[in-house]
């Protein structure tokens, strides 16, 4: 029994030392410098975020107002275009055909209006001689008349022939580059039916969708900030139109913005993060929404945490459950109070238990 008693002594002496031994060394360890920061709390972000998409400010998808077989298309997908440049021809036979006849006829219409107007002067000549009747110069102003009318009814005859050849030669309404052929040689084009696409090549501009919760903070000329998604592209603009109507979008209002300037790597159809700076919806709105900055966060696998301070300087790693981004700051749902103090950087790497010193 007695020797039992001092096996247990002898136990409980051993790891009373080395627990002290283990604070002796932990406390030898040298405090690691660190910056901390306050929450910030009942405040809204700086900024709204919205999804966007990149296009051209003209775009057209080009297409005909009659029916023919495709002829030739003049152009290739990429190629760059200028004004009135030539994209597609459709067979116009009969419209030659067509105009064939209405020259025919203003040719003859020519004719008759020349001769009644001979006759209508000479009877003119011949009132005023009394060598002709009321009647008589009434009948022949009569036949001038008709024979006029008929000449300026086939010369419109003919403009209207001359503008449907117009829709048989698709040209380019402005200078761009084309996006897209819808057509092959050979195939039937219908009114309506798009042909060719073309996008203006000069300015670009993202239209983004915002919420009806922040719609009504969006104003024409805001400057915003825009993220290309693909090649994290910073770019900048200014909003350039607001829609005030989701009839049709699911509450989800449509923002147009000019593009200051862009690269050759910015394309049309690219997607885009848009941020809206809002400076005065933290005093018409209080929330409790709690934001930290995304380089104060710590990643373990799945789990998202954040380093705060203990008794005696020691750092701790609170597990957090964070909500949206905005920007460079994330929104923290649960694991930190509005009062509580955390760690933004450190001179030495972190781990929990850490000796820290407040910078």
């Known amino acids: 029994m007695k020797k039992i008693i001092t096996l247990v002594s002898l136990s409980l002496f051993i790891l009373t030392s080395c627990n002290g031994e283990k604070k002796e060394a932990l406390s030898k360890e040298p405090a690691i410098a660190v910056k901390i920061s306050g929450i910030s709390a009942n405040t809204n972000s700086p900024f709204v975020t919205a999804s966007g998409k990149i296009e051209a400010e003209n775009s057209a998808n080009l297409s005909t107002r009659m029916m023919g077989y495709v002829t030739k298309i003049h152009v290739e997908v990429g190629q760059k275009v200028g004004v009135g440049q030539l994209l597609v021809s459709i067979n116009n036979t009969d419209l030659k055909a067509k105009k064939a006849q209405v020259d025919a006829s203003i040719l003859q219409a020519t004719a008759g209006y020349n001769n009644a107007k001979k006759d209508y002067d000479r009877f003119v000549n011949l009132f005023k001689q009394q060598s002709a009747s009321q009647k008589e110069l009434d009948d022949m102003t009569a036949r001038y008349e008709m024979a006029k009318a008929g000449l300026e009814g086939v010369k419109q005859m003919r403009n209207e022939v001359m503008a449907q050849f117009s829709y048989s030669n698709i040209t380019a309404p402005f200078s761009g580059t084309v996006t897209n052929t819808f057509v092959k040689e050979g195939d039937m084009a219908n009114p309506g039916m798009p042909l060719v696409s073309v996008e203006g090549a000069s300015r670009l501009q993202v239209t983004a969708m915002v919420s009806e919760n922040d719609i009504a903070s969006i104003k024409k ?127 030495g790497k972190l781990y929990n238990g850490a000796l820290v010193r407040i910078q």
Do not use: C
Not at 284 to 290: G, K
């Open 221 to 347: 000329g805001m400057p915003v900030h825009v993220l290309v998604k693909s090649s994290n592209t910073k770019l900048t603009g200014k909003v350039n139109e607001v829609s005030i109507s989701a009839t049709n979008t699911g509450g989800q209002y449509f923002v147009k913005i000019n593009l200051d300037k862009t690269d050759s790597s910015v394309l049309s159809g690219m997607f885009v993060n848009v941020q809206f700076p809002i400076e005065n919806k933290t005093e018409a709105i209080q929330t409790d929404r709690i934001l930290v900055p995304k380089t104060a966060l710590v990643q373990q696998g799945q789990l998202t945490g954040i380093y705060t301070i203990g008794e005696g300087n020691i750092a701790i790693l609170r597990w957090l459950r964070t909500g949206k981004n905005f920007g460079n700051q994330v929104e923290v749902l649960s694991g930190l109070a509005s009062n509580e103090q955390y760690i933004i950087s450190a001179d």
